[in-house]
């Protein structure tokens, strides 16, 4: 590249004048400058911690009613039940009294049910609306309520076309999805129209089965009144936004809001790159943010940022929230003159005298330098308009200097002897011009006359085209399959669809008679009915034709019909159209088979939790009567009368367990131990001891080998197992067999979507008997409680009914095929295993083992917390007790380096074991702990174990068996 003479002797002599005065003027300020910058930078570090601390504490308060409703609903102190949803309601409502920033609360379930509070100024200042909707009969209807400030009710009505669903919102699914209290991103309230955020946590049953998520919405319009007021400096200002650019608090609170257009209620929060203030967005753009694949903002700590506006220079810092809770961004920025100005100001005089110095010495370089670069420059000019082919200008260059005036000379005399040659060339390039117009005019008048005519032959040659395949093209695209019979009822014309639904070509259909695809009965009822249109000449319909295609399949099809006549009116023939509705009559067959397994699944759901709950119940009352017989056996002698009697009513509780076993298993309570068993084994090893007692029976046997494991409570399945063996006994009177079948099986959809389990690989279990079979009645109740055939003291009618329950655990199926007088079949699948077969283990012998630490014990049964208080003081050790979770927790916190071990059970009012141990375990995460149950709670004691905590004990439990968990425990 070369230079210009002109610029290189003005910027020297200016360079060499003004360079010494900047470097020297401008050294003081810039040292100055860093320490205000960062001072500046402390302020606004200052300010964000100041914002972010108000922001948690402005929702601290939503979090913690989020917590207190969840453990009030998981206790049951307040419900959605019928009884309990004025209590919920009066609940809510004094939440929003307490905090007046909440919007609403409110509460959904798994089953649609939704249960709201939230202001409403409706009816009434300050008011309040409650919304109410619930499924009842497989209907669903929404009840709104209206009230005053002092919650007195003004109004009541419903809204049938509301389809509000709890379970599709975002707050519901995501703390559904993560079982605990979650945040949503803020977002524009649909009632209000004010910013806000919702927290949402779930809540459960004793079971840990979910029982709802409770929300409450929170508005943050607070936090921009609070940026509004803070002071940075003269001219700064605070924002806050969320990560994935949603502005949240802005001191403009209008600017926040964002209406998309075209929307109805398209109001939402506005994005940074939308928001009408121009610094807010210069100060983001300014900080080069990076973005994660969600489109999310990365930021870890503090970043800080310069940009200008209207000419002046400011300083930006974007801080995260240290809250993982709330993903937010603290935003601040600063004019640079707020903290510089004057030191500005001192420079601007400093800068004025340099200036004043230096204008004098630049005004004599540049008038020298002219003098050189103005001939230099005119000659420039003068070449570049002979570039441009401009013979015509003519440039006067006059210099004082002798080379310079001679080449510009030259320059002027090049120029003229050009510009008449250029002339000639134009003269010559007119005439060329002028003649291929005129060939070129010729030409396409010629192209014009042809193309016309060919247009008018393509349009005649379409035309004709299209009338003749429009009506083929017609028929071939309708769906429907359309005919054309005669008046005997041959086949003269089908369509596409209709040879699809009769399996043939139309050369093969055309020509066929009705007669030749129905059965005599359908051909004589189309015949009545095609005479019928015939006569009247009206059209007509059928619902219901079964025909036989070419390929031997049976279709049902449905007809609509009318008469062909031709030219003179006389009728000639009929045309039709058929559709093929074979599919949907096997649809609404599926339909109902699916709505009455349904039913039948809902029905025995409903069962089994009353089931479970005497089951507990009643486990909890042989706990005290097993725990006291455990005291006396220990302190009488055997030779004693007494001790008879007590070893009697041992049995009895052992038996009333037993009773209790099979009910929980029918309610799904858990499986005990849980291992890889081979089905062929537990077959033959259960058969072996069945046919020990009942030598009248022959067992066959038909295993598959390797047959696939399975992960399943040995004892359970036996259990499953001898049911199934003692019902076939007392099924069969005369000829008396037993099939016992084993076979690997991969299950599709079809089949396992019914009975609520996944597809896959399962192992096949049947048994077949040869007794008097079911009827349809018998068999649809035989998987329920306390149903039983047999005569009084034959049976308890929990046998099939435990099997159900065990089965479905296990997450498998059990059915049932059978018919009068031709035996019954049970089938059983298991879900297969990758794992190996386990061998077996070992049990402990019975023997008392004593101690001497300090053990805590918590349970809401005084009865069983004395009891087990009792048992363990005889085997030596020092005993506290607490009557509920609460009461543990606040022991545990006095004398937390005295206790060895704590016994929780797991369901007690206040707070149940579960929470308890959390609780504990958060100041001693060496927790030793035992958990006890009157429910078969043994799979959630595996996540406990998991956890951190020792070992589960089933109620009731006898005091041998105590006394060897505490020890293995704390010897652990």
């Known amino acids: 590249m070369k230079l210009s003479i002109r610029w290189t002797l003005i910027f020297g002599f200016l360079g060499l004048i003004w360079g010494t005065h900047i470097i020297t003027t401008t050294s003081s300020f810039v040292t100055s400058q860093k320490v205000l910058n960062r001072h500046a930078k402390d302020i606004m570090k200052n300010i964000a911690q100041l914002a972010m601390e108000q922001s948690q504490n402005h929702l601290a308060h939503a979090h913690s009613a989020a917590s207190l409703t969840k453990r009030l609903l998981s206790a049951d102190v307040v419900s959605s039940s019928d009884e309990q949803i004025r209590v919920l309601e009066r609940y809510f409502y004094n939440q929003l009294s307490i905090y007046p920033y909440f919007a609403g609360i409110y509460m959904g379930t798994p089953d649609g049910n939704f249960y709201d509070v939230r202001r409403s100024d409706i009816h009434s200042p300050g008011g309040f609306r409650t919304k109410i909707i619930v499924h009842r009969d497989n209907a669903r209807q929404t009840n709104l309520i209206w009230y005053d400030s002092e919650f007195n009710r003004l109004s009541t009505s419903s809204d049938p076309e509301d389809q509000y669903d709890p379970r599709k919102r975002p707050w519901y699914q995501k703390a559904f999805l993560k079982k605990q209290i979650v945040w949503t991103n803020p977002y524009i309230f649909f009632t209000s129209k004010k910013p806000g955020i919702t927290i949402a946590g779930p809540f459960y049953d004793s079971a840990h089965q979910l029982k709802g998520i409770v929300g409450v919405d929170i508005e943050i319009d607070q936090l921009s009144t609070f940026i509004g007021s803070l002071k940075i400096g003269k001219n700064g200002q605070a924002f806050l936004m969320n990560r994935n650019r949603d502005m949240i608090a802005f001191p403009d609170l209008a600017k926040l809001k964002f209406e998309e257009a075209g929307q109805q209620t398209g109001v939402r929060l506005v994005k940074i790159d939308e928001l009408d203030d121009k610094l807010s967005q210069k100060a983001y753009a300014s900080a080069g943010f990076s973005y994660d694949a969600e489109g999310l903002i990365i930021l870890d700590k503090s970043e800080f940022a310069t940009f200008q506006h209207d000419g002046k220079v400011y300083h930006a810092m974007f801080t995260p929230f240290s809250t993982p809770e709330w993903p937010w961004v603290i935003g601040v920025y600063l004019p640079e003159d707020d903290y510089l100005g004057d030191i500005k100001k001192n420079r601007m005089h400093s800068i004025l005298i340099t200036v004043i110095i230096s204008v004098f010495a630049a005004v004599l370089g540049l008038w020298l330098a002219k003098r050189v670069t103005d001939p230099i420059a005119a000659l420039s000019r003068s070449a570049k308009s002979i570039q441009r082919e401009d013979f015509d200008s003519v440039i006067d260059v006059r210099s004082a200097y002798r080379e310079i005036q001679e080449t ?22 007119d005439q060329l011009e002028n003649r291929v117009k005129e060939q070129t005019a010729d030409l396409q008048h010629a192209n014009a006359t042809l193309r016309v005519e060919i247009e008018q032959r393509q349009e005649s040659d ?9 009506y083929q093209t017609i028929l071939d695209s309708i769906e429907e399959g359309y005919f054309e019979v005669d008046l005997k009822g041959n086949f003269m014309f089908v369509n596409d669809a209709m040879c699809r639904i009769m399996a043939g070509s139309t050369s093969q259909l055309t ?6 695809y129905t059965t005599p009965q359908t051909a004589k009822k189309i015949f009545g009915f095609f005479n019928q249109i015939y006569k009247s000449g009206t059209p007509g319909q059928i619902n219901s034709v079964t025909v036989r295609t070419l390929d031997d399949k049976k279709k049902t099809l449905e007809l609509a019909v009318s008469s062909m006549a031709n030219a003179d009116g006389r009728a000639i023939g009929f045309r039709g159209v058929a559709r093929d509705i074979s599919q949907r009559i096997q649809g609404e067959r599926e339909k109902k088979k699916l709505e009455n397994q349904l039913h039948q699944a809902q029905r025995m759901k409903a069962i089994g939790t009353l089931a479970g709950g005497i089951a507990h119940d009643f486990n909890n009352l ?8 455990s005291l006396l056996m220990i302190e009488i002698d055997d030779s004693n009368p007494q001790y008879d009697s007590l070893k009697a009513i041992e049995q009895c509780v052992d038996s009333g367990a037993s009773l209790t076993k099979q009910l929980l298993g029918y309610a799904r309570g858990g499986k005990y131990v849980v291992s890889v068993i081979n089905i062929n084994a ?9 046919a020990r007692t009942n030598k009248d029976i022959e067992i066959m046997h038909d295993y598959q080998e390797d047959i696939w494991p399975v992960e399943a409570d040995q004892g359970q399945i036996d259990q499953v197992l001898f049911n199934l063996y003692v019902n076939a006994r007392q099924a069969m009177v005369k000829r008396k067999e037993i099939h016992i079948k084993t076979e690997n099986i991969t299950l599709k959809k079809g089949f396992t979507q019914t009975h609520g389990v996944e597809p896959g690989e399962y192992v096949k279990i049947s048994i077949r008997d040869t007794g008097a079979g079911m009827d349809k009645e018998v068999k649809e109740h035989i998987f329920e409680p306390f ?10 009618g929990l046998g099939l009914a435990s099997a159900f329950g065990i089965i479905k655990n296990h997450n498998g199926i059990i059915t049932a095929e059978s018919e009068v007088n031709k035996g019954a079949t049970l089938f059983i ?16 012998a019975e023997a008392l083992l004593y101690g001497t630490e300090t053990i805590l014990v918590a349970d809401d049964e005084n009865y069983i917390l004395e009891s087990v208080k009792n048992m363990l003081e005889d085997l030596g050790y020092s005993v506290v007790t607490a009557s509920d979770g609460m009461e543990a927790v606040e022991f545990y916190e006095r004398h937390v380096n005295e206790i060895d071990l704590v016994i929780l059970d797991m369901i007690m009012p206040k707070m149940g074991g579960v929470e308890t141990f959390d609780t504990i375990r958060a100041k001693n995460p060496n927790l030793k702990a035992i958990f006890c149950s009157g429910y078969n709670l043994n799979s959630f004691a595996q996540e406990f174990l998991e956890r951190g905590s020792a070992g589960f004990i089933q109620k009731p439990f006898k005091m041998t068996r105590l006394s060897q968990m505490v020890r293995d425990i704390l010897d652990a």
């Open 408 to 429: 510009a000379d030259s320059f002027t005399a090049m120029q003229s002897a050009i510009r008449e040659s250029q002339k000639k060339l134009i003269a010559y390039r």
């Open 511 to 516: 020509g066929i008679n009705n007669r030749q």
């Open 462 to 470: 379409r035309a004709l085209f299209e009338s003749e395949d429009r």
């Open 622 to 629: 042989l706990m005290g009567i097993q725990g006291n017989v």
């Open 682 to 690: 537990t077959l033959k090893r259960t058969c072996e001891l069945f």
């Open 829 to 844: 699948y298991l879900p297969s295993s990758r794992k190996t077969f386990q061998k077996d283990t070992d049990f402990k």
């Open 787 to 796: 149903f039983t055939t047999r005569k009084m003291g034959r049976g308890t």
